[in-house]
């Protein structure tokens, strides 16, 4: 089950409903928050995917319970887009693949928000988002080589900060990020 902040219901509705209630429901929420929108419209899962991407929101998935298509969005924020980085240990997306195709021994650490790493992430990738991780750092060996991954490389920039402020000896940003991921994925059933 997805956590999401808002439900949204536009069952039975026909295009463009759809896409014009989800405007009016992020609006509504916070950046970084999950909108969950409940459709009966075939039509609606291309619709909102390509809204999303054109309005800067990310699309995350969509399921179908019963058929009612459950489609899931992320509202970006502003940071995410710039993917500012202050944390100056980093590593590259392919440098990052390297890696994990030598089975080197480290740990990935995703910290974007459950309802993108259910959807979408790379295999072995402990997943431990940035709002909880100050709560799970007991989940974490301070000697282990931490490779952390986000989005856009924003919030793992703020989490290896906050990691090698917490003692974490061997911690490294991925940049860009799941955004621009070219290696095997997972999804979560």
Same mark, same amino acid.
């Not at 969005?73 to 202050?86: G, H």
């Not at 030598?102 to 709002?131: C, M, Q, T, W």
């Given at each position: 089950m @997805?956590?999401?902040?808002?439900?949204?219901d536009?069952?039975?509705?026909a295009?463009?409903?759809p896409?014009v209630?989800?405007?009016? $429901? /992020?609006?509504?929420i916070?950046? *970084?928050?999950v909108?969950?929108?409940?459709?009966?419209?075939?039509?609606?899962? $291309?619709?909102l995917?390509?809204?999303?991407?054109k309005? *800067?929101? &990310?699309?995350? *998935?969509?399921? !179908?319970e019963?058929?009612?298509?459950?489609?899931?969005?992320?509202?970006s924020?502003?940071d !995410?887009e +710039? $993917? !500012?980085?202050?944390?100056? @240990?980093?590593i590259t997306?392919?440098?990052?693949?390297?890696?994990?195709? +030598?089975?080197?021994?480290? @740990?990935l650490?995703d910290?974007?928000?459950? $309802?993108e790493?259910?959807?979408?992430h790379?295999?072995?990738?402990l997943s431990?988002?940035?709002?909880?991780?100050?709560?799970r750092?007991?989940e974490?060996?301070k000697?282990s &080589?931490?490779f @952390?991954?986000?989005?856009?490389?924003s919030?793992?920039d703020l989490?290896? &900060?906050k990691?090698t402020?917490? *003692?974490?000896?061997?911690?490294?940003? /991925?940049?860009?990020?799941?955004?621009?991921?070219?290696?095997?994925?997972?999804? /979560?059933?």
């Amino acid at each position: 089950m @997805v956590k999401t902040d808002k439900v949204l219901d536009a069952k039975g509705l026909a295009c463009p409903m759809p896409i014009v209630k989800t405007k009016k $429901a /992020v609006n509504d929420i916070q950046p *970084g928050e999950v909108l969950e929108i409940q459709a009966t419209d075939k039509g609606s899962t $291309a619709d909102l995917k390509a809204w999303a991407e054109k309005g *800067g929101h &990310q699309y995350l *998935g969509t399921t !179908e319970e019963g058929g009612i298509l459950k489609h899931y969005l992320r509202k970006s924020t502003i940071d !995410e887009e +710039k $993917a !500012e980085t202050n944390y100056s @240990v980093l590593i590259t997306n392919e440098e990052l693949k390297v890696k994990l195709e +030598k089975n080197e021994d480290i @740990v990935l650490l995703d910290v974007r928000e459950e $309802a993108e790493y259910l959807f979408n992430h790379i295999p072995g990738a402990l997943s431990i988002p940035l709002g909880e991780l100050e709560d799970r750092l007991h989940e974490l060996d301070k000697e282990s &080589q931490i490779f @952390v991954v986000c989005r856009t490389g924003s919030r793992s920039d703020l989490a290896s &900060q906050k990691l090698t402020e917490k *003692g974490f000896t061997n911690v490294t940003n /991925v940049v860009p990020g799941m955004s621009e991921w070219h290696g095997p994925t997972e999804t /979560v059933n």
